[in-house]
C-alpha cells in the first residue's frame, strides 16, 4: 500500500496552484480564463486549509482566496514568485555554529530573514545576524541555495541563500521580539527541535571546518510534481 500523501506535499502543491492561478489572472484579459482561475485558486485553498487544518478547515477557505486575490497585479509585477531569504552560518574560532530559537514556533534554525530591497544577499545577512543576535560576522562564502517548502521550513514559498560567515565581534543578545533564545553549539550538542539540519547540517559543518565545498542545491525530480522525503513544515 502506498503511504499517504504529507502535509508538506500538500501545501507545496497548494502553493504551487495558487501561484498558477494569480499570474494567469494577472495576464489574461479573456473572462472565461479569469473565471478558470478564480475556481483553481478555490481548489487551491481547499487543499491548504485541509491540509494545515483538517476538513473543517475548509470553511475558512474564502479567506484565504480573498488574500491571495488581493494580491492579484497585472503584467511583470503579479507574475508570482518565491520570495526570498537569506541565513547565516556563523562558526566561531572553537567550531561552534550560532543558532536562534525563534520566538513564533520555538523552533531553533541559524539566524534568517527576508532579503530586504537596496541591499546586498550579504549585505542582510550580516544585518540579520547583529539584530538577531548581537553577534557581528563577515559573510565568506555562499554555501547553500534551498527551497524552503522542499525543506519544511516554512510554509511560505521561499529560496533561502545561506551563507558560511565568520564571527568578528559582538555579545550574544537575543533579539526580544523575533528570538526567544541564542546561543553557540557544537555538531555534537545540538538544541532541538532544528529545523532541516538533516538537510543543511552536513554542508554547514563541513563549511565550519574550513572544507573545499561546491554550493548545495535541491536536486531536480522527475517529475517535477513528485513527493519529496523530508520533515514536515513548521506550523
Known sequence: MDPPVSTRQLL????SLAAIARTGLGFTESLYEQERFEEILHVAADIKMAASEGAAGVEDAEGLVHEWMVSVVPGIPGYVTP????????????????????????????PT??????????????????EETGIEAEPLRLIAVLDGLRLGMTRVPLYSLLFHCRATGGDLRAHPLECSDVGWFAPDDLPSPLAGVDRWGPQ????LRGEPLEV?????????????DGPEPER
Open 83 to 110: 520570495k526570498v531569504a537569506v541565513g547565516a552560518a556563523v562558526g566561531n574560532d572553537r567550531g561552534e555554529l550560532l543558532l536562534i530559537k525563534r520566538a513564533d514556533s520555538g523552533v531553533w534554525l541559524y
Open 204 to 207: 554547514v559543518f563541513a563549511a
Open 113 to 130: 530573514g527576508w532579503a530586504d530591497v537596496g541591499y546586498s544577499a550579504a549585505e542582510v545577512v550580516t544585518k540579520e545576524v547583529l
Open 12 to 15: 507545496r502543491w497548494s502553493e
Open 216 to 228: 548545495l542545491f535541491d536536486r531536480i525530480r522527475v517529475p517535477v510534481w513528485q513527493p519529496d
